[in-house]
């Protein structure tokens, strides 16, 4: 079984007509990819329903999925489908 890291999802989602947006005010729809952090390597993505962002829960916080993410602040990427 092949594991991919959500931290590499950008170029798939680019190749299913996502592209790149820096907008500040997310829309339905829009995913967001983040890089690794310590102890967690694989990083963490997320989709705004247009309200929060939610990945395998809601996430009440942003689109940083935990404390450690919200201290790290590492980077990321917004993509957005029309």
């Known amino acids: 079984m092949v594991m991919?890291?959500?931290r590499n999802y950008g170029s798939s989602l680019i190749c299913t007509g996502f592209y790149e947006v820096s907008d500040?005010?997310?829309?339905k729809?829009?995913?967001v990819v983040i890089?690794?952090?310590a102890n967690h390597p694989d990083g963490h993505m997320a989709m705004?329903?247009?309200?929060i962002w939610i990945s395998d829960f809601r996430q009440q916080y942003?689109?940083?999925p935990g404390p450690a993410y919200r201290s790290a602040r590492p980077p990321y990427q917004i993509y957005r489908h029309d």
């Open 29 to 31: 729809g829009d995913v």
């Open 48 to 51: 705004y329903d247009g309200r």
């Open 24 to 27: 500040a005010n997310p829309q």
């Open 4 to 6: 991919y890291s959500a």
């Open 62 to 64: 942003g689109f940083y």
């Open 35 to 37: 890089q690794a952090i």
